[in-house]
Nanobody, 120 residues
């Protein structure tokens, strides 16, 4: 079973920065895609950013230019650098790892989530 453990959340003032980490118990190169999702209070979970096995990245429009997704294959860890944070970035942030198996089924693994609060 895969374990994903997020860290790095917390309280930050508007305009500030945070870096989230997601440590995997399995080689992150075994996944087709890894990504960050978030769930704001009272809202549904939404995509923040993804990074594919080959390194291609994808971002939600709301975070483009402010957030950067990256990974360290040797450490089996994915990161989300968040700059110029806004109150609307407040959410529980979840790490996701996705693998497509041979019969086209999708296996999704999730971390437990880490709270990010942007407030003065």
């Amino acid at each position: 079973q895969v374990q994903l453990v997020e860290s790095g959340g917390g309280l930050v003032q508007p305009g500030g920065s945070l870096t989230l980490s997601c440590a995997s118990s399995r080689s992150i190169l075994s996944f087709d895609t890894m990504g960050w999702y978030r769930q704001p209070p009272g809202k549904q979970r939404e995509l923040v950013a993804t990074v594919a096995w080959g390194g291609t990245t994808n971002y939600a429009d709301s975070v483009k230019g402010r957030f950067t997704i990256s990974r360290d294959n040797a450490k089996n860890t994915m990161y989300l650098q968040m700059n110029s944070l806004k109150p609307e970035d407040t959410a529980v942030y979840y790490c996701n790892a996705r693998k497509v198996v041979v019969d086209a089924r999708i296996l999704d693994y999730w971390g437990q989530g880490t709270q990010v609060t942007v407030s003065s």
